[in-house]
């Protein structure tokens, strides 16, 4: 296989982090897996798939050190006491097999912790309500003895990481998810003591732990210490030019190694449609300019060349990843053996984000194999396992078609997919046109490549096939993933039943991808959103960009209400008040086409020539339905025409359907037992 290139040889080149080098400069960073502390063969075998695939440091997610800052519903890791070593231990074991480094991110949440489950007092600087507003809970504010305690805490808990043998300890002040980033803020620090007040004694204790945790590796692990230099758009916030510049300035050389990015999680994790990739250099290149240590960022890398760009530039030393080691584990071997191609590149839909509000494992739309690892024994690259080579005909190239056709010819499978469009897709195809949307492509052209590179596949497209024709064909199996299409009678997710809306032109957002506001006059648009993603605010945002007058309503009381969970939600609020869109919350479309207040009941009067309804889609299945009843036994339903849901739903369905066909998945699914068993 052909090796590294001149033009990518310097991200493959090994950095020195104090005390231990890593391999190379690809560096997994920390990230929540969903798993937890209580589901370790889940999180293990993640986490070794990655060293599997290349990363020279693969970095655990936060890691609660104590019973005082329980994070409840974010399955977080813990190493509270020595009962927690062993199932760490065999985490370094796992993925230093592969010759990577360790890292562990231990923390304590300070302000946004719960400690739900402990019942222990929230602490922090000041007493003051904790940072979720949600949660209806106030922190107690800690006194000379509690901070004592905490360093010990964490020394403790430094010296269990140490035990079980990671390279790297982190200590975590990012992302005002810790105590330390309390301690720095003068909004939750209101002391007038040695450890508030100045900006000395606000970061009083982020030196000392740091001193403390040096103590502890005593030049056998590294230290490194994961800041947010800048908190763009809070009020009061750090900033890069101001005292985020000056923590670096103090601190400079005390860490073996910089872990910098910014702060909210909103702004370092924003989506593809709001940031670009790289975006956090603006607020981070100032760091390697402050010290000598080794500095690792983030920003949603997945080309090889911006990688090599910002070491040249001297902005990092390693490339950090989250989200592009969860949709592609195998992007540094892929580098390495000149297969930029194969790349699974991130489209930054933060679908693996929306996964740690219900506080499940991580999923991905590019990659469906995480996750599974050791509860399905699937691999991202290897082949699936197949007992009889088979002959398959696959109706729609869209994100389930696709996934199942490759799934089934990298298993040496003859594959032939038809689809009637002109361009392979689907619905990420025709979403992709709308703003902010492009690299939802990337799903389709990763997987066209992938059957274009195999000798056993074919993609038919502009063959739209009729029952005869897929009765007429001879395959072994027919797979339909003819997707779905939205729904213009009113069915959503507040309204079950069919409405008759004739009172004005109703158009789905089938209508809008086919191009109707090119088609339409300025015209008065009402968006209705009664399905609460993205879809109906991009519609929002493409009206008032083509120049008509829109309206976004939603009968909930928030907009794109679903998108909190993917970090859209208040920058989709902003851009639509720039475009001058009205956005009416709680505001319900009745059956006679009448808008009302569903907290007042006032009728809402609006004067608009369409209205674009954004609720459920219906499954186009009559092929299927109608195939059944001649073939029961070869014939499979996948994606969104088995159940209309999200993309990365349609993907993972057309994979699942491959395995099943290929009888790969014929044993259950393995489940976490602790307490039954060692690991």
């Known amino acids: 296989m052909t090796q590294t290139t001149d033009r990518y040889s310097i991200l493959f080149e090994p950095v020195k982090i104090g005390p231990v080098t890593a391999p190379n400069r690809f560096f997994a960073a920390p990230h929540a897996t969903g798993h937890g502390w209580n589901q370790p063969h889940g999180a293990i075998a993640l986490r070794a798939m990655k060293a599997e695939g290349g990363w020279g440091t693969v970095a655990v997610q936060m890691t609660e050190i104590a019973p005082d800052t329980d994070m409840a519903n974010h399955p977080m890791e813990r190493i509270w006491d020595d009962s927690d070593i062993p199932r760490h231990a065999a985490q370094v074991e796992a993925?230093?097999?592969?010759?990577?480094?360790?890292?562990?991110?231990?923390?304590?949440?300070?302000?946004?912790?719960?400690?739900?489950?402990?019942?222990?007092?929230?602490?922090?600087?000041?007493?003051?309500?904790?940072?979720?507003?949600?949660?209806?809970?106030?922190?107690?504010?800690?006194?000379?003895?509690?901070?004592?305690?905490?360093?010990?805490?964490?020394?403790?808990?430094?010296?269990?990481?140490?035990?079980?043998?990671?390279?790297?300890?982190?200590?975590?002040?990012?992302?005002?998810?810790?105590?330390?980033?309390?301690?720095?803020?003068?909004?939750?620090?209101?002391?007038?003591?040695?450890?508030?007040?100045?900006?000395?004694?606000?970061?009083?204790?982020?030196?000392?732990?740091?001193?403390?945790?040096?103590?502890?590796?005593?030049?056998?692990?590294?230290?490194?210490?994961?800041?947010?230099?800048?908190?763009?758009?809070?009020?009061?916030?750090?900033t890069h030019d101001g005292e985020g510049?000056?923590?670096?300035?103090?601190?400079?050389?005390?860490?073996?190694?910089?872990?910098?990015?910014?702060?909210?999680?909103?702004?370092?994790?924003?989506?593809?449609?709001?940031?670009?990739?790289?975006?956090?250099?603006?607020?981070?290149?100032?760091?390697?300019?402050?010290?000598?240590?080794?500095?690792?960022?983030?920003?949603?890398?997945?080309?090889?060349?911006?990688?090599?760009?910002?070491?040249?530039?001297?902005?990092?030393?390693?490339?950090?990843?989250?989200?592009?080691?969860?949709?592609?584990?195998?992007?540094?071997?892929?580098?390495?053996?000149?297969?930029?191609?194969?790349?699974?590149?991130?489209?930054?839909?933060?679908?693996?984000?929306?996964?740690?509000?219900?506080?499940?494992?991580?999923?991905?739309?590019?990659?469906?194999?995480?996750?599974?690892?050791?509860?399905?024994?699937?691999?991202?690259?290897?082949?699936?396992?197949?007992?009889?080579?088979?002959?398959?005909?696959?109706?729609?190239?869209?994100?389930?078609?696709?996934?199942?056709?490759?799934?089934?010819?990298?298993?040496?499978?003859?594959?032939?997919?038809?689809?009637?469009?002109?361009?392979?897709?689907?619905?990420?195809?025709?979403?992709?046109?709308?703003?902010?949307?492009?690299?939802?492509?990337?799903?389709?052209?990763?997987?066209?490549?992938q059957l274009s590179q195999s000798a056993n596949a074919i993609l038919y497209l502009d063959s739209a096939m009729t029952l005869g024709d897929i009765e007429s064909f001879e395959a072994d199996n027919i797979v339909l993933a003819t997707g779905a299409s939205w729904r213009a009678d009113g069915v959503g997710c507040s309204q079950f039943a069919p409405q008759q809306i004739t009172h004005t032109r109703v158009m789905t957002p089938d209508d809008i991808m086919d191009g109707a506001l090119n088609d339409l006059p300025p015209s008065r648009i009402v968006i209705y959103d009664d399905d609460h993603f993205y879809i109906a605010s991009c519609i929002a945002e493409a009206a008032s960009i083509a120049g008509h007058q829109a309206t976004y309503i939603t009968p909930l009381p928030t907009i794109a209400t679903w998108t909190d969970f993917t970090l859209d939600q208040e920058r989709i609020i902003e851009r639509l008040a720039n475009l001058k869109v009205p956005m009416l919350p709680n505001t319900s479309l009745t059956p006679d086409g009448i808008f009302r207040n569903s907290l007042s009941g006032e009728t809402v009067n609006l004067d608009y020539t369409a209205l674009v309804f954004v609720g459920a889609r219906i499954q186009n299945d009559g092929m299927y339905e109608a195939l059944c009843k001649t073939r029961k036994n070869c014939v499979y339903n996948t994606g969104d025409s088995l159940a209309p849901g999200i993309i990365q739903a349609a993907v993972l369905s057309g994979h699942t359907t491959a395995r099943h066909i290929l009888n790969d998945n014929s044993q259950p699914r393995k489940r976490e037992q602790i307490l039954l068993q060692t690991i």
């Open 245 to 449: 510049r000056d923590v670096v300035e103090a601190l400079a050389e005390l860490p073996d190694l910089w872990d910098v990015n910014i702060s909210g999680w909103s702004n370092d994790s924003a989506t593809a449609r709001f940031s670009e990739e790289a975006h956090q250099q603006l607020y981070t290149e100032f760091v390697k300019t402050l010290t000598s240590k080794p500095v690792v960022g983030v920003g949603r890398f997945t080309s090889p060349d911006t990688m090599v760009s910002l070491i040249k530039k001297g902005h990092l030393d390693l490339i950090g990843a989250a989200r592009p080691s969860i949709a592609d584990p195998f992007l540094p071997n892929k580098i390495k053996e000149n297969r930029i191609e194969d790349i699974r590149e991130c489209i930054g839909c933060n679908i693996c984000v929306s996964m740690d509000a219900y506080g499940v494992p991580v999923r991905c739309t590019q990659n469906p194999t995480i996750s599974e690892e050791w509860r399905s024994d699937w691999h991202p690259e290897a082949p699936a396992l197949c007992k009889k080579l088979q002959s398959h005909l696959i109706v729609g190239a869209g994100p389930a078609g696709l996934e199942c056709a490759v799934t089934l010819a990298r298993a040496g499978h003859q594959v032939t997919i038809a689809d009637a469009a002109k361009e392979a897709g689907g619905r990420v195809t025709r979403e992709a046109r709308l703003p902010g949307l492009a690299s939802f492509t990337r799903v389709r052209d990763y997987r066209v490549y």
């Open 95 to 238: 993925i230093k097999k592969h010759g990577s480094l360790t890292a562990i991110e231990i923390a304590h949440g300070g302000m946004r912790a719960r400690n739900i489950t402990t019942g222990s007092a929230v602490i922090g600087p000041s007493s003051l309500p904790v940072l979720r507003p949600e949660v209806p809970v106030q922190t107690r504010a800690m006194n000379t003895s509690d901070i004592k305690a905490f360093r010990e805490s964490h020394k403790a808990a430094a010296r269990r990481a140490k035990t079980a043998g990671y390279d790297i300890i982190y200590v975590y002040a990012a992302h005002d998810i810790s105590i330390f980033n309390n301690f720095l803020s003068l909004r939750t620090n209101q002391r007038s003591d040695a450890y508030g007040g100045s900006f000395e004694n606000r970061l009083r204790l982020l030196r000392e732990v740091l001193e403390d945790t040096l103590e502890v590796a005593a030049g056998e692990q590294a230290v490194a210490l994961r800041f947010s230099v800048a908190e763009p758009g809070k009020t009061g916030g750090l």
